[in-house]
């Protein structure tokens, strides 16, 4: 097979071979979770179960799950362990939610554990009503790509839930309970509800993080806790953020950890919600590595935070005016946002880049966002989930008022318009452009802005 000019042969292949993949992927579509494990579990066992070829961190919550995984992946990289991260959703192309020892699978490896999973995918289709859905199908392959790797160790983002999710065919022995709160309508009407559905990832014998959790929700996961045997470790009371100081392109932590007082840890994220997602990360380590019955080497732990990162979370990724990117998508995630926004930035024009899916409670995440924002643009982005423009548009309306609110159907043209309406007051110090409301939303304008 000949290639382009300038580009290798296989290199043209893997970009063939991805694209094969996406399409098929794309063919399972609508994402949906079904409250089975069926399908899920006769996959693994045809597979020969390659999720228990390594130990696991397994992590679910409400918010701060995809960064807290991030900086377990990091500290574990610094200790020399070889982890795989499974993480969704992704925001520019699917293979980040595969990661090898802190990267994303190669195209060839991503296309290979695709091809080794299908023949298996698509016995379990014939022998059930409903078909492997599209979750269920990248998680197998992260499963069978992490075994064939081979990794030390999982670290296993749910995608929604915990009991009925397909990662939970996973009996890990770390499992971490980022805070719990309101998003996906079908968990639950209160966090106690969702922590219900959460709670179902701590296994026997396991040993536990729990974030601080609304009341409600911690009495929930304590009371499975018991259920099962499992040893838990509660942010506040065995561990938690000591002290933070804000840092050049990020901030400074003491966290009290499992094992002893670890300082100056220079955290490259913003945030208040970062810090406490950084104390999860790493008691969850501590844990992993022992229990957290003795501190760990303090040199490998500010290594691995200094290199965590976590893209589309307060990301800049422009500059003049400064373009920053945030996928806060529930009511709590824009309140931790605002917070970030006051503390780590003195912008003195901000404009809102806003495009909401249709399941989320959209009217309390732009009340939380108008005290920060002197003018929104309303957009849709391509996703089948996408709240309707007219309605995102009307909702904004009311909350701040037509004046301050402009609509764009392209996110392009979205984009374009919350630059000028930046540059518009280009004479004060400090304008902004702020992208947020679904990380779908944020990773269509990553693609873009990055061109």
């Excluded at 059930?128 to 992260?142: G, I, K, N, S, Y």
């Excluded at 422009?318 to 990117?325: D, G, N």
Aim: proline share 5%; aromatic share 4%; glycine share 10%.
């Amino acid at each position: 097979m000949s290639s382009r000019p300038g580009i290798p042969a296989d290199a043209d292949a893997d970009t063939a071979g991805l694209a094969r993949v996406e399409k098929a992927l794309t063919e399972r579509f609508p994402h949906r979770m079904l409250p089975d494990l069926d399908r899920m579990r006769d996959l693994v066992d045809l597979l020969g179960q390659p999720q228990r070829a390594y130990p696991s961190i397994h992590l679910t919550g409400t918010n701060g799950k995809t960064s807290t995984a991030r900086m377990v992946d990091s500290l574990l990289c610094a200790f020399g362990i070889r982890p795989g991260r499974y993480t969704s959703p992704h925001l520019e192309s699917v293979t980040e939610r595969i990661c090898l020892a802190g990267r994303p699978a190669p195209a060839a490896t991503f296309t290979q554990a695709y091809d080794d999973v299908i023949p298996y995918v698509e016995l379990v289709d014939s022998r059930h009503p409903e078909r492997v859905t599209f979750f269920e199908l990248l998680t197998a392959m992260a499963f069978a790509a992490f075994a064939d790797a081979p990794v030390d160790v999982g670290v296993i983002e749910v995608g929604m839930g915990g009991s009925w999710d397909a990662t939970n065919v996973l009996d890990a022995g770390v499992a971490v309970v980022t805070p719990i709160s309101l998003d996906h309508r079908e968990l639950g009407a209160t966090p106690g509800a969702v922590a219900v559905e959460k709670a179902g990832i701590i296994h026997a014998g396991a040993f536990v993080v729990l974030a601080q959790q609304p009341l409600e929700a911690a009495e929930v996961l304590l009371r499975r806790a018991g259920e099962v045997g499992a040893t838990v470790a509660r942010e506040g009371l065995e561990f938690g953020v000591l002290d933070r100081d804000i840092a050049v392109g990020g901030q400074l932590v003491a966290i009290r950890g499992l094992g002893g007082v670890y300082e100056d840890l220079l955290l490259p994220l913003h945030g208040a919600h970062q810090a406490h997602n950084a104390a999860c990360a790493l008691a969850a380590v501590e844990g992993f590595l022992g229990g957290g019955r003795e501190i760990l080497d303090i040199d490998a732990v500010r290594a691995g935070f200094a290199q965590a990162d976590s893209p589309g979370r307060l990301e800049v990724v422009r500059r003049s005016p400064t373009v920053l990117l945030d996928g806060a998508h529930n009511v709590a995630g824009a309140h931790a946002l605002v917070a970030a926004l006051e503390e780590a930035f003195s912008f003195d024009h901000l404009v809102g880049v806003v495009g909401i899916l249709a399941d989320k409670d959209a009217a309390g995440m732009l009340a939380a966002l108008e005290p920060v924002l002197h003018a929104v643009v309303i957009t849709q982005s391509g996703s089948s989930r996408a709240m309707p423009l007219d309605d995102l548009a009307a909702i904004a309306v009311d909350l701040f008022g037509p004046d301050r609110v402009e609509v764009a159907s392209r996110l392009d043209d979205a984009l374009d318009a919350g630059v000028r309406l930046a540059e518009e007051d280009s004479h004060l110090a400090g304008t902004a452009v702020l992208v947020t409301g679904s990380l779908v939303t944020v990773g269509e304008a990553r693609r873009l802005l990055r061109r």
